[in-house]
């Protein structure tokens, strides 16, 4: 990226400048392709992984073997807000697919909602590959096997999954992908897409014709170098780096259970990225334990989304089914590159001591609480 800093042409422009930053941008391109496994795919850069999604999840793209344009949605419950509020299709074209206690969309129910389509309909599936809560791994090798029989487009948002996990025999007709979960930089992110299956027939952002028409504007250089260089770093290693982040997973999700027998893992029992822990520790309200390990230095996520102030129960862990009261303890605990034993030890020593804390003051508020009653009588 520093390198890229030094670049000062325009990526469209035809002096050896504008040449040279061109060079840089598809030299990231074809990487990023490779090491995802996808030489022959064509990749269009985005601000980011939203903006793939609503380029990409809206009635204008068109099936090219079918020669028709997508009618209906297909998308999981469990997705990610930006699939599934940010899609351009009529609230009576969408079709929500459950999932179970886990998490994991049940192959059969896809079958069943791509069979009741009316002959002539065009479906898009939209179905993230992790989940960005719980971790939870989709199948998504046989979900892009349903799609395919049935002539629907698969849409795979790939934002937790890349540079974790191998696709292996997995082929959407298109995944999104987002460098700052890479450790790239924010602000950067693509849609990449079988030109021979799904077609783009009415950018979101038209103007100059950038990106082969998919997306206008002049190109972030040297963002995109980033993006690439994190994608490379994170597959070269990736086999031993998931098994290291595992270990420290397995170790924190161990001590937090000799801690609190009652505690609850979402997604326990069925494939996970080892980067995700979400947890509920009963009766400890998720918003008051963040700000405890905040104090100590440790930043989590709870299992809600906050809007304008707001504070909404996760819609993931609704679609688990799970009660709104263990939703509103939930704390999601992220591994990454940096992370280390010493870290895992640091944070269960912390839950350690806040819990214990809102235990005794529990235990004095039901002593005052039957002190008044007492009183009263």
């Not at 992984?49 to 999840?57: F, K």
């Not at 479906?123 to 960005?132: D, G, I, L, P, S």
């Not at 839950?351 to 039901?366: D, L, P, Y």
């Amino acid at each position: 990226m520093h390198a890229a800093m030094d670049d000062i042409g325009n990526p469209s422009s035809i002096h050896s400048f504008g040449r040279q930053a061109r060079k840089k941008i598809e030299d990231a391109r074809a990487g990023i392709l490779a090491d995802l496994g996808l030489p022959e795919y064509r990749l269009a850069f985005t601000s980011g992984a939203s903006e793939a999604l609503a380029m990409v999840l809206t009635p204008h793209t068109q099936n090219v073997q079918a020669k028709r344009t997508t009618t209906h949605l297909l998308i999981a419950e469990s997705d990610h807000v930006a699939s599934l509020h940010g899609h351009g299709f009529a609230d009576n074209a969408v079709i929500k697919l459950t999932v179970d206690a886990s998490g994991v969309l049940d192959i059969a129910t896809l079958k069943t909602a791509l069979e009741s389509l009316p002959e002539g309909t065009q479906a898009v599936v939209a179905v993230h590959a992790a989940n960005n809560e719980t971790g939870v791994l989709q199948p998504i090798e046989a979900i892009s096997t349903l799609c395919d029989l049935h002539q629907a487009l698969f849409v795979c948002d790939l934002v937790q999954w890349a540079g974790r996990l191998p696709l292996n025999d997995a082929r959407p007709a298109a995944i999104i992908v987002s460098a700052h979960k890479l450790g790239g930089p924010a602000g950067v992110g693509a849609l990449i897409y079988d030109p021979m299956r799904l077609h783009i027939t009415r950018p979101m952002i038209r103007g100059g014709g950038q990106e082969r028409g998919a997306r206008a504007g002049t190109e972030n250089a040297i963002g995109i170098t980033g993006f690439a260089s994190a994608l490379h770093e994170a597959v070269g290693d990736m086999e031993a780096e998931q098994r290291r982040i595992s270990e420290l997973r397995d170790v924190f999700e161990t001590g937090l259970r000799e801690l609190h027998p009652d505690a609850s893992v979402f997604g326990q029992d069925v494939p996970r990225l080892a980067s995700t822990s979400c947890f509920a520790l009963p009766g400890q309200e998720a918003a008051l334990a963040l700000m405890q390990l905040d104090l100590d230095g440790i930043a989590v996520s709870s299992g809600s989304a906050c809007s304008s102030g707001k504070v909404k129960a996760s819609h993931v862990l609704a679609a688990m089914n799970i009660g709104p009261e263990l939703a509103a303890c939930a704390l999601r605990v992220s591994f990454g590159f940096a992370s280390k034993p010493a870290d895992v030890e640091r944070l269960l020593a912390s839950i350690s001591r806040w819990s214990s804390a809102s235990k005794k003051n529990s235990g004095k508020n039901a002593n005052l609480r039957r002190s008044a009653i007492g009183k009263s009588a």
